[in-house]
């Protein structure tokens, strides 16, 4: 079985062999790496094809200009020979046996497993040490026997609405059957905007439609490097931040209207938790950002002027239950 693994990347020059070396120190060599060079101005792409000339596992995509996250893996899942896709970080690594464990697990549609998280900052050294976090996302071995067992696109959207805190978007973490993925993206063809906070929210919505089977191993393969400083939180302004939920948002409903004939009732209410989650987010983000009272109201109001008459409605119900759980 090949994977294939999905590293997009953006002025990398000083970390992209933390995860390049990770993928060619895989005890389990059945794999290709794929780079995507998303318009970087540095020397990464020479880096990169430093490594092509001896190793044909590498493969290397450019973007003639910086498009964002979103269409960096779109162009890596495009491209992917693999049965099974992972997304890696250009500054995370994966752990030696990563491949070689997930090869002999038992295949789903998605395969879920944990991951470290490494506050970079908390050390001398940028990448390699630091305060390490581990981040779990099931507490029981019977939560994972019960997803294991399920083998139907309805019961397993029924058992993760009943166990949300396994609902994490984030692209880490995760084995996607590849032809799932490739189907997934194309019914995201109606994205045309730059698009690079959040684009994780859209993809794994879009998987989670066309996933019938899901199964979790409780071991860490996948090092995540947190660095305020990197690519992933450049320019992540206040307006910013809001302005690509708002348009993650905006997307979850296309999806919606577009594919009205074809989703369930339970797909439904998958994509409007998923907007529950982006009104979290952004709830959060904004509580934790701006201490100062006036202020906090004002971006508030700022995004809810900016949404939607259809957005609006789901935001004031959110706020609604907000306010009644924070008063109990």
């Known amino acids: 079985m090949k994977f294939s693994i999905i590293i997009p990347f953006y002025q990398a020059e000083h970390h992209i062999l933390v995860s390049l070396t990770s993928c060619l120190n895989q005890t389990y060599q059945n794999f290709e790496a794929i780079f995507i060079d998303d318009g970087s101005t540095d020397n990464t792409s020479s880096i990169i094809e ?101 083998q139907s696109h309805n019961a397993l959207l029924t058992a993760l609405l009943q166990n949300r805190n396994i609902i994490n978007w984030s692209a880490a973490g995760k084995l996607y059957n590849a032809t799932c993925l490739k189907t997934a993206i194309k019914k995201l063809a109606f994205i045309n905007r730059k698009f690079i906070l959040a684009e994780d929210l859209l993809i794994y919505m879009a998987m989670l439609m066309e996933t019938n089977s899901f199964s979790f191993i409780d071991n860490v393969f996948y090092i995540y490097h947190f ?91 959110f706020s609604y239950r907000k306010c009644k759980l924070s008063r109990k």
């Open 50 to 150: 430093s490594y092509m000339a001896s190793e044909p596992r590498i493969k290397l995509f450019k973007h003639p200009k910086n498009m964002g996250t979103f269409w960096a893996r779109k162009t890596g899942i495009e491209a992917a020979t693999g049965e099974y896709i992972l997304f890696l970080d250009s500054d995370d690594e994966l752990t030696k046996d990563a491949l070689a464990s997930l090869f002999s697990h038992p295949k789903s549609d998605i395969v879920m497993f944990q991951y470290l998280k490494k506050n970079c900052l908390q050390s001398p050294k940028m990448i390699g040490g630091g305060v390490e976090e581990a981040l779990p996302y099931l507490t029981s071995s019977q939560e994972i026997t019960d997803f294991t067992n399920i």
């Open 227 to 317: 660095n305020p400083l990197s690519s992933t939180h450049e320019g992540n302004s206040i307006s910013l931040k809001i302005k690509q939920l708002s348009l993650a948002q905006t997307y979850l409903l296309t999806y919606q209207k577009q594919f009205k004939n074809e989703i369930t009732s339970q797909d439904n209410r998958l994509i409007e938790y998923f907007l529950e989650c982006s009104f979290v987010e952004i709830y959060t983000y904004l509580q934790t950002t701006i201490k100062n009272k006036a202020k906090f109201i004002f971006y508030l109001s700022k995004y809810f002027l900016s949404i939607t008459n259809d957005m609006k409605k789901r935001f004031i119900v």
